[in-house]
C-alpha cells in the first residue's frame, strides 16, 4: 500500500513535501511516481524515481522546482516542491510500476496509487 501525506494550504512562492510511504510489500526495482489531478482535469505526470538507482525524471513544469527523492531506510518516497504556483493546485497522487517501459510520465503503467493529497496555492 501506498500512503501520501503533507498536502495542504500554501502562498504562492512557498514550499511542501510530500511524502509516500509504502508498507506491505518492498518496492525495491519498481519505479515510484508522483500525478497530480487537477479539478476537471486528467491525471498528469509530475516525477519519477527508479528506487534502486535513483534515477529521476520530471514533467518540464516540475524541473527546477521540484525534486523526488526516496529514503530506502524508512521506505519512503518524497516530492519536495518550491516555488510554488497556483497552477500547482492539484491532488497528488504517489503510485508504484512494477514493470514498464520508458514511458515513466504514462500513468498506465503503474499497478499501485496512494489515495491522494491535497495540495492548494494561493495567489
Known amino acids: 500500500q501506498l500512503q501520501a501525506s503533507g498536502g495542504g494550504l500554501v502562498q504562492a512562492g512557498g514550499s511542501l513535501r510530500l511524502s509516500c510511504a509504502a508498507s506491505g510489500r518492498t518496492f525495491s526495482g519498481y519505479r515510484m511516481g508522483w500525478f497530480q489531478q487537477g479539478s476537471g482535469k486528467e491525471r498528469e505526470f509530475v516525477a519519477a524515481i527508479m528506487w534502486s538507482s535513483g534515477f529521476t525524471y520530471y514533467a518540464d513544469s516540475a524541473k527546477g522546482r521540484f525534486t523526488i527523492s526516496r529514503d530506502n531506510a524508512k521506505n519512503t518516497v518524497y516530492l519536495q516542491m518550491i516555488s510554488l504556483k497556483p497552477e500547482d493546485t492539484s491532488v497528488y497522487y504517489c503510485?508504484?510500476?512494477?514493470?514498464?517501459?520508458?514511458?515513466?510520465?504514462?500513468?498506465?503503467?503503474?499497478?499501485?496509487w496512494g489515495q491522494g493529497t491535497l495540495v492548494t496555492v494561493s495567489s
Open positions: 503510485a508504484a510500476a512494477r514493470l514498464y517501459s520508458s514511458a515513466y510520465y504514462n500513468a498506465a503503467e503503474y499497478d499501485y
